[in-house]
């Protein structure tokens, strides 16, 4: 990325870099199973923790994580609360566990101000922690719009082709896992993911297992990557 491109040249190279995670069905998952909404989000922030362990242990060097999208934060109260409980827990809980594992550097992107202050506070607390953390990182998207992203990343950049590096994210995706079966990105990372392949897996994120993912990283290696050419 040193050069600002957003795309990887190294054809002949199928390792995984960078995995893209939109955990999508938690609150389906919740009617379908009875279970309170907060609940359901602990189980899937328990899991999210699992797999980006997993992640890291097969060789992949970044995560990024679409916690929430700005257009989440138009929901009711008690649906906002729940999420951002839950991903505060994922914060002060989970992440420092992971990240004392694979020396993992956790950054958040988004709207911060739009966020209660106990989040916000997990947040600069994790991130603190892990400053100077280089091995391993995690991206965690928090009240993400790509439109606040490319803003920022056009008034900084002097030149087209600096432009990359100033996104808030600014390394390309490999692959982008997203579940329940809904085919499209959300407008997670777009720009990232330009040249990144979408795996969509049917279950609801919480009835995911490793197996699921596990299966589309082997699948993945044995591709030939042509890179639009």
């Excluded at 989000?41 to 995560?63: C, Q, R």
């Excluded at 956790?106 to 953390?133: A, C, M, W």
């Excluded at 002097?158 to 600014?170: A, G, H, I, N, T």
């Excluded at 390394?171 to 979408?198: I, K, M, Y």
């Amino acid at each position: 990325m040193a050069n600002g491109s957003m795309s990887n040249n190294d054809k002949n190279n199928n390792s995984i870099r960078h995995v893209g995670v939109i955990p999508d069905g938690i609150r389906r998952w919740s009617r379908k199973n009875n279970v309170p909404l907060p609940e359901a989000y602990l189980h899937g922030i328990k899991k999210l923790s699992k797999y980006t362990s997993m992640f890291f242990d097969s060789g992949v060097k970044v995560v990024s994580i679409f916690a929430s999208s700005i257009q989440n934060f138009k929901r009711t109260q008690s649906e906002i609360s729940a999420f951002c409980e839950a991903e505060t827990v994922f914060c002060t809980n989970y992440l420092p566990q992971v990240a004392k594992q694979f020396g993992t550097k956790v950054v958040s992107v988004g709207r911060h101000d739009v966020l209660p202050s106990y989040f916000q506070d997990g947040l600069q607390k994790i991130e603190n922690i892990t400053i100077n953390n280089s091995e391993t990182k995690i991206y965690l998207l928090v009240a993400y719009d790509p439109i606040d992203e490319i803003v920022k990343a056009l008034s900084l950049a002097k030149e087209p082709e600096d432009f990359p590096k100033f996104l808030l994210v600014p390394e390309p995706l490999d692959l982008v896992f997203r579940t329940s079966g809904a085919n499209l990105l959300s407008n997670f990372l777009p720009l990232q993911s330009g040249l990144a392949r979408l795996y969509i897996i049917k279950k609801l994120f919480n009835d995911t297992s490793p197996k699921d993912y596990q299966k589309i990283l082997m699948e993945f290696k044995n591709l030939h990557r042509k890179y639009g050419e």
